[in-house]
């Protein structure tokens, strides 16, 4: 398998600029995140204190910011990574069933919305998964629950259908759903997961869904989800300076860093990342 130097995960202002920096560090480069950029800056009608772009779009940023990465070609992999994994001298990125591996990483997810569902945590890996493709062999014949946070997740429900005997969604958005007609769509408000003697109870407002697991898919895991044994900042990473979090190797930058949310804010931490990682891997080096 091959090795990355920097693994980034975000294709907001932080993650460009942390690739565009330790690119031109001549670092071996992996930038996962959407090939659409960030939503959150295509629809910013318009930004006023971005430095030499006065009163710009965020469309019209984001198109700047893609003629840059392209100029530099710079691409971006289009894996959503659910958990990251400290392995000594380098990190193990879990995409799905596959392993991709890095000797640093930089987190630049943005910030997690809304806050895990009552009961979500303490049954994360006892009835409760962040990752169909990675746990759908465990519930094969069985009946499993999808709450999705966006259209996104219908692939991965649709996915588990072909290992379940029935499958549970849960949109939470207001689009429409286009899934197999063997996928249940239950449009109800889900407000908990319970652990029964049953088995798992997804709590609607309305009536609550005996399952045998429940896989809760959002566009991005809370950062102390992400990494085991990161320090946390409420649904912040904890850094310094230097954008250095508690686990040496790991950086975070941007939104996920903390406020103020702030687009150049971001880009600038994420050219500091960047270095800081660069500098890592020179003092990893050395060590070795």
Do not use: W
Not at 48 to 77: C, K, W
Not at 85 to 105: H, I, K, N, T
Not at 150 to 161: D, G, I, Q, T, Y
């Amino acid at each position: 398998m091959s090795r990355f130097d920097i693994a980034i995960i975000g294709t907001g202002p932080a993650g460009l600029s942390a690739a565009i920096t330790a690119t031109i560090r001549n670092k071996k480069v992996l930038l996962l995140g959407s090939r659409d950029l960030t939503l959150k800056l295509q629809k910013a009608h318009e930004i006023q204190n971005y430095l030499g772009f006065p009163a710009v779009s965020g469309a019209d940023l984001a198109a700047a910011f893609q003629r840059h990465i392209d100029q530099m070609g710079i691409e971006i992999t289009e894996k959503r990574i659910n958990a990251v994994y400290a392995m000594g001298d380098y990190f193990a990125l879990q995409s799905g069933d596959e392993m991709l591996e890095a000797s640093a990483v930089i987190l630049a997810t943005g910030v997690v919305q809304g806050k895990p569902l009552p009961g979500e945590e303490a049954l994360l890996g006892h009835g409760v998964s962040y990752c169909a493709t990675c746990d759908a062999p465990l519930y094969r014949g069985k009946r499993a629950a999808v709450i999705g946070y966006s259209p996104k997740e219908e692939a991965e429900a649709a996915f588990l259908a072909e290992v379940c005997s029935e499958v549970l969604y849960f949109p939470v958005y207001k689009e429409e759903t286009s899934l197999p007609e063997s996928v249940r769509v239950i449009r109800e408000k889900v407000t908990g997961i319970e652990n029964t003697a049953e088995g798992r109870v997804v709590k609607t407002a309305e009536n609550g869904y005996t399952v045998d697991g429940v896989f809760v898919l959002r566009e991005a895991v809370a950062p102390g989800q992400l990494v085991p044994g990161l320090e946390v900042d409420g649904s912040h990473v904890a850094v310094n300076r230097k954008m250095e979090a508690s686990i040496p190797g790991i950086f975070a930058c941007g939104d996920i860093a903390g406020a103020p949310y702030q687009y150049i804010k971001a880009a600038g931490e994420g050219n500091v990342a960047a270095l800081s990682a660069v500098s890592y891997l020179d003092q990893l080096k050395r060590a070795q």
